[in-house]
């Protein structure tokens, strides 16, 4: 009885829908549905209520029904048709185009599918191409990264499908998720047509929203948007700068978050290079108007950084953060530059801040937030300040606010303000040394030390040997300090109980004992002293229950007691005492940096030595004056030894780690020292490989573009002989392979030695044979001229270097056009060195004519011009004994032949039909092959122009 009722319920339903009453209709499809489990009356009746859903405008109902007919029919092509019309009002386009797509493949030749198909997938790709336009990707990102109802962990997908298509159907768009969106933010905000697109879509209102959150992902992905957006961009920066606030962006700095802190400082280090002028673009009329005088932000940017290295609210990190940026932006990068008006302005307004850093004494309860690179970025400032004065009064003027500093410190009754002032003068110490040394003669200094080394509190004896230590930097210092404090030194080392003044004493009693340097004849302490002392701090280096910055004064230690070759030999030979630095090198502590590239010049021999000249030696002796003495154990045979100790223990891996550094205390000095190393490391061909594989290649490239003129010319020299020898592929790989070109051709000099010379021709010849791309950054770097000056040198290696390197460099068209230039004797050059008696540079300058002669007929008419000598040269490069040379002589023949008949005539009228006739009618074995080959292509050659016929 249901059954029956259901069918009638169904048929009124479908007389209600003709009738065009939907509502009615549908309630008798629900009705019918109740009544019946028949499967086909089921699914006619969901269909039903779906037709009547899409005419009602219902449309979630519409798919539903339908959705439910497909589960007990899949093929049912009414409800697929019914659900598409539901789901593309529904805006799910994807879905919609899917079942039409299945409805067209039940019935083909509908037309009706067809046109439905066609006019969805228009649609979805309009639909695509405005949701992912960056207008609206930003949009989207921003939308969900302020949406509070945002899940951290929400599952990411990604944000920029490639669409998979079935047929001319696109995939839906998946979902973005919160930090996605912030990463892909980020990315925009890097790119031009990005950047400008947040900026013009209230970006910057936005961006502040997200720091609002105060969720520290979302903060950073905002800082490094707003770091994008000011790249290079003036105008942008200005207005960024202005929007934010500089105590906002400041404020974020000053937090103890590291990661944060540097992205900060990235920020504000890009704005100070786009106000500073590093936006390269034109801007004329109305446009340059727009930009205010940078002048003035620049000044507040400098004086809140002032105001935060002396703010308790500023953390270690961030106060490192703004050093790092005064470090980088005040000082002058070029002296030649006149203006030092931010330095002058640093010194009137800062100064007495710094000081108050570098005095910071981290056992008071009175001392700021500091990290253990702090006070050492503070001393570096101070130098870089004092040497960027450009006359004694700017000069005097500094010293006496540090003099007013620091005797405005001393009172008999406050014993933290006395240790404070000693601390200032320790710090300086460490900076400029002739100003520290003034500081040392005021009235008192000296006298406190002594007070302070002899107190009870060990905070005091701390700060007092450590300003002992700095103050023996000078011989003549050293000498008085060995006068008068060497005896103290030892007393406190002899009755302190606490590791840490321990160890300082050592490294006050190793500096001392180093004074005379690597002078064997002025050892300061009795024989087998610094041997004891060098034991003592590699006991103490390989302790690891001891702290960091205590561990480091161990390495300070050494770096003096390694002038002794004894010392040093002794130090390469103790694996976990050389491990144990290369970890401490590795840490976040940077003030080890220069104590262990010292350390590792000392062991590899790298400093500069003065060379002996026997007669001034014998006339010293004579007149009783002092010669220097060289030690046994610093002989080449044992700084090979030591080199090959150090490498096996994995010096380059450290190497490479330090020159990362990104960091002020990694100074130019320090970056010289690491340049030396490398050179020294790179002695020996067979242990470049594993200087490369360990990233010496890549670590050596920034050491030969920044640093002192001597640190650079190291490097480059070290990356000569390893672009040499080795793969440029392996060893620079990637783009900055490119990088290399500049340094090498840096070497091309006549103030250089003749081996950096070579070794310069070696690399380039070794990088213009990989590509015409390399060899095109070789001629932009102007090379050329000075390739070709070498291949003048009367020194045989350096001919035939420089000679080898045009043999590749020819290859090049712009070279080319060099050689075709009138007036010039480039190409009589290499002609008259195809005729010299060595075998290499004749070979080489007959392979650059092979390959000029072939590029162009002209320079095959040109060769016959610039020499009388040409032709009696070809036919001795024909006949040579030598068969790579005899092959591209053969080659230059065929080429002259080739390029025009007149000039074949003359040859085949010469000696040098004889010599072809000769060498073509040798039966050719494996090593002669090509070389027969060539002549009787010439000859060949001959017989078309019907100079010669075929003999039978």
């Not at 920029?160 to 995939?171: E, R, V």
């Not at 205590?550 to 002794?570: I, S």
Request: one cysteine or more; proline letters at 3%.
């Amino acid at each position: 009885m249901a059954e029956a009722e259901a069918v009638q319920l169904k048929e009124e339903g479908n007389q209600h829908f003709q009738l065009q009453d939907y509502k009615a209709a549908t309630k008798s499809y629900s009705q019918a549905l109740k009544l019946t489990k028949d499967k086909a009356l089921l699914a006619t009746l969901y269909r039903n209520r779906a037709a009547c859903g899409l005419k009602t405008e219902s449309y979630v109902q519409a798919a539903s029904d339908a959705s439910r007919a497909i589960d007990i029919n899949s093929s049912d092509i009414k409800a697929l048709y019914r659900r598409c019309q539901a789901l593309e009002h529904l805006g799910k386009l994807d879905q919609a185009f899917k079942d039409v797509q299945r409805c067209a493949t039940l019935e083909p030749r509908n037309q009706n599918f067809q046109e439905t198909l066609r006019r969805l997938n228009t649609s979805i790709q309009e639909k695509l191409r405005v949701q992912f336009s960056t207008d609206s990707r930003v949009r989207k990102m921003f939308e969900i990264l302020l949406d509070e109802n945002s899940e951290a962990d929400k599952l990411e997908k990604e944000f920029f499908p490639n669409p998979s298509f079935s047929g001319s159907a696109a995939a839906s768009s998946p979902d973005l998720g919160p930090f996605k969106a912030a990463n892909n933010l980020i990315v925009l905000g890097r790119e031009e047509a990005g950047a400008e697109t947040i900026f013009q879509n209230n970006g910057v209102g936005l961006l502040l929203q997200l720091v609002d959150t105060k969720k520290p992902e979302l903060v950073l992905a905002a800082v490094r948007t707003l770091s994008g957006m000011c790249s290079g961009h003036r105008a942008r920066a200005t207005v960024i700068l202005h929007a934010v606030r500089i105590d906002r962006i400041c404020g974020l700095m000053a937090m103890e978050n590291e990661e944060m802190s540097l992205a900060v400082c990235n920020l504000l280090q890009t704005i100070i290079d786009s106000l500073s002028g590093e936006d390269k673009r034109e801007h004329r009329g109305k446009e340059e108007a727009l930009f205010l005088d940078s002048k003035k932000d620049l000044k507040q940017l400098t004086s809140h950084l002032l105001d935060m290295l002396v703010s308790k609210k500023v953390s270690g990190q961030g106060r490192d953060q703004a050093l790092n940026l005064l470090n980088k932006n005040v000082p002058r990068k070029d002296l030649a530059i006149h203006d030092n008006s931010r330095t002058i302005y640093v010194v009137d307004n800062g100064l007495r801040k710094i000081l108050k850093v570098v005095g910071q004494v981290p056992e008071l309860p009175s001392c700021l937030p500091l990290t253990d690179n702090t006070r050492m970025l503070a001393s570096i400032l101070i130098n870089k300040l004092y040497d960027d004065l450009r006359c004694d009064p700017e000069r005097d003027h500094f010293r006496k606010i540090c003099e007013e500093y620091i005797t405005g410190k001393f009172d008999p009754q406050d014993m933290d303000k006395n240790v404070i002032a000693i601390q200032t003068v320790s710090g300086v110490l460490q900076g400029p040394l002739d100003l520290g040394n003034q500081l040392l003669g005021l009235k008192g200094v000296m006298e406190m030390m002594v007070a302070l080394c002899g107190s009870e509190r060990e905070v005091d004896q701390l700060v007092a040997v450590e300003a002992l230590i700095h103050a023996s930097t000078k011989l003549s210092r050293a000498t008085f300090i060995i006068t008068n404090g060497v005896a103290l030194l030892k007393q406190i080392y002899k009755t302190t109980q606490n590791e840490k003044i321990k160890i300082r004493t050592l490294v006050g009693l190793c500096k001392l004992g180093s004074a005379g340097g690597t002078d064997y004849g002025l050892r300061q302490f009795a024989e087998g002293a610094t041997e004891k002392l060098a034991k003592q701090c590699r006991k103490w280096l390989c302790n690891a229950s001891i702290d960091t910055r205590t561990r480091r004064w161990a390495v300070e230690g050494l770096a003096y007691l390694t002038l002794d070759a004894d010392v040093k030999d002794d130090f390469v030979q103790d694996i976990p005492a050389l491990q144990a630095m290369f970890e401490l090198a590795k840490t976040a502590d940077k003030t080890i940096l220069y104590s262990v590239a010292t350390t590792l010049v000392n062991c590899t021999n790298s400093y500069d030595v003065k060379e002996v000249i026997p007669e001034l030696v014998q006339l010293a002796k004579f007149s009783k004056q002092h010669v220097p003495e060289e030690h046994p154990k610093d002989k080449k045979d044992f700084i090979d030894m030591r080199v090959k100790r150090l490498l096996k223990a994995g010096v380059t891996s450290t190497l490479a780690c330090m020159v990362k550094a990104d960091s002020a205390i990694l100074t130019d000095q320090t970056k010289e020292l690491l340049a030396r190393v490398f050179l020294a490391l790179c002695d020996n061909p067979k242990d470049r490989g594993t200087i490369v594989a360990q990233g010496g290649g890549k670590a050596l490239i920034p050491l030969a573009l920044e640093g002192t003129d001597v640190g650079k010319v190291k490097a480059a020299h070290a990356l000569a002989k390893i672009a040499a020898v080795s793969n440029p592929d392996i060893a620079f790989p990637g783009e900055r392979v490119y990088e290399v070109v500049r340094p090498l051709v840096s070497l091309l000099d006549t103030q250089r030695d003749g081996l950096q010379n070579y070794e310069a021709l070696l690399g380039l010849t070794n990088l213009s044979g990989r590509s015409d791309k390399l060899r095109q950054k070789i001629f932009k770097e102007r090379a050329l001229p000075d390739i070709e000056n070498y291949m003048f040198e009367n020194h045989d290696q350096l001919r035939q270097a420089a000679t080898e390197c045009m043999c590749n460099m020819v290859v090049n068209k712009e070279v080319q056009e060099r050689f075709l230039a009138d007036g010039n004797d480039r190409l009589k050059l290499v002609v008259l060195l195809c005729g010299e008696d060595d075998d290499k540079v004749q070979n080489a300058a007959a392979g650059a004519l092979a390959m000029l002669t072939a590029a162009h007929k002209k320079l095959c008419l040109k060769m016959t011009q610039v020499t009388t000598q040409w032709l009696e040269i070809l036919q001795r490069l024909c006949l040579h004994d030598r068969l790579s040379v005899q092959h591209r002589g053969l080659v230059i023949a065929y080429n002259l032949l080739a390029a025009d008949a007149e000039l074949a005539k003359k040859l085949v009228e010469s000696e040098l039909l004889e010599i072809l006739t000769v060498v073509g009618k040798q039966e050719p074995d494996e090593k002669k092959a090509a070389v027969v080959q060539t002549a009787r292509e010439c000859l060949i050659k001959c017989m078309d122009y019907g100079f010669i016929k075929p003999v039978s």
